[in-house]
């Protein structure tokens, strides 16, 4: 077993060390001259592309999923020992480059902060139960106790990291929601909150992809991103 962790967390570091150095060639072309502006950005991209990288190893390690936020190709996962257990390609939804960009800077900050924990989870609204066998395939996949996942199918739900940083999950599902008041306070806040900087990204969802994120997405969770950059 032991071997089998050193041998997968050895192809993580080979896979990631090449995606870091093609992503730095690329950045500068053969027979171009570097600014002293150029070498300050390549520097901070290096510098944000090898916290990743380790950051994606230790995660690995530690035999427990986690959810990555991968700007770059606009797709979630769920990882688990560094091999994805769930993915979707992401449909923003009012949401722009610039919404996106502004998102993973604060998500990142100014101490260089490439995993976060999920520290809220609030839903608008949802309808109906989710069915037992529905739920042991997610509790298979993401490695979550079934007895611990929520059965409500959600409408719409958000997963908030520290910094006010938000992400806006949206489903065709038509719910009921648990409190009209609260949900109009929540929205309120957020349009306030939008004006003095916060960094919120909508995404339009299919019901069966919503299911298994709002399932495995508990409270702590790891978020690990990887910036739009």
Not at 155 to 172: A, P
């Amino acid at each position: 077993m032991m071997t089998s962790a050193r041998r997968l967390s050895g192809s993580i570091v080979g896979v990631l060390a090449i995606s870091l150095l093609v992503s730095c060639a690329e950045k500068r072309q053969p027979g171009t001259t570097a600014t002293s502006t150029d070498k300050q950005w390549d520097q901070q991209q290096a510098e944000i592309q090898y916290r990743v990288l380790q950051a994606e190893l230790k995660l690995a390690q530690a035999n427990k999923p986690y959810l990555v936020l991968d700007l770059r190709r606009n797709r979630l996962e769920i990882k688990l020992q560094g091999t994805t257990v769930w993915n979707y390609a992401m449909t923003l939804e009012n949401t722009g480059e610039s919404e996106l960009k502004k998102f993973g800077e604060r998500f990142v900050g100014s101490d260089t902060k490439v995993v976060r924990p999920i520290l809220f989870k609030y839903l608008f609204a949802a309808t109906g139960k989710t069915a037992d066998s529905i739920l042991a395939i997610v509790s298979d996949a993401t490695t979550f106790p079934q007895e611990l996942l929520q059965r409500t199918i959600p409408e719409r739900f958000q997963l908030k990291w520290s910094d006010d940083v938000v992400l806006d999950i949206r489903t065709d599902v038509v719910g009921k929601p648990e409190s009209k008041w609260k949900n109009t306070m929540v929205d309120i806040r957020q349009a306030i909150g939008g004006h003095l900087g916060d960094a919120l990204v909508s995404v339009k969802m299919p019901k069966d992809n919503a299911i298994t994120l709002y399932r495995a997405a508990v409270i702590g969770l790891p978020t690990l991103i990887y910036p739009a950059y």
